[in-house]
C-alpha cells in the first residue's frame, strides 16, 4: 500500500520559512518523480514544485520560483519543500504527490498524500 505523509507545516509570519518534509512509502521510491501541490479552501489545485526521479532540474510555476525548493533524498525515501517569504494568500493545505510520469504531477499524479496545512500570518 502507497502512503506519502506530509508533515512540516504550521503557523508562520508573512516573510517566514517552513519546510516540509513528504516520507513515502510502499512504491519504488527512487524511480517516482515527486512533487508538491497546494489547495485553498474553495479552490483548485495550483502545482508548486516537481522533481524527477533522480534529482537534478526541479520545475516551479512563476508565482513561487525563487523563493520556494524542491530536493529529495532517496536514501531516506523523503522529499522536502523549502519555502521562504512565505505571503498569507499562500495559506492553504499542501500535499506531495508521486507519479512514474514527471508531467503528471502538473495535473493529477497517481498518488498523494493526506496533506499539510500551512498558515501564513499578515
Known amino acids: 500500500q502507497v502512503q506519502l505523509v506530509e508533515s512540516g507545516g504550521g503557523l508562520v509570519q508573512a516573510g517566514g520559512s517552513l519546510r516540509l518534509s513528504c516520507d513515502g512509502s510502499?512504491?519504488?521510491?527512487?524511480?517516482?518523480?515527486m512533487g508538491w501541490f497546494r489547495q485553498r479552501a474553495g479552490e483548485e489545485r495550483e502545482f508548486v514544485a516537481a522533481?524527477?526521479?533522480?534529482?537534478?532540474?526541479?520545475y516551479y510555476p512563476e508565482s513561487v520560483k525563487g523563493r520556494f525548493t524542491i530536493t529529495r533524498d532517496n536514501g531516506k525515501n523523503t522529499v522536502y519543500l523549502q519555502m521562504d517569504s512565505l505571503q498569507p494568500e499562500e495559506t492553504a493545505v499542501y500535499y506531495c504527490e508521486a507519479d512514474e510520469q514527471l508531467v503528471k504531477l502538473h495535473a493529477e499524479a497517481t498518488y498523494w498524500g493526506q496533506g499539510t496545512q500551512v498558515t501564513v500570518a499578515s
Open positions: 522533481i524527477p526521479c533522480s534529482g537534478g532540474k526541479t
Open positions: 510502499g512504491l519504488p521510491f527512487s524511480l517516482y518523480a
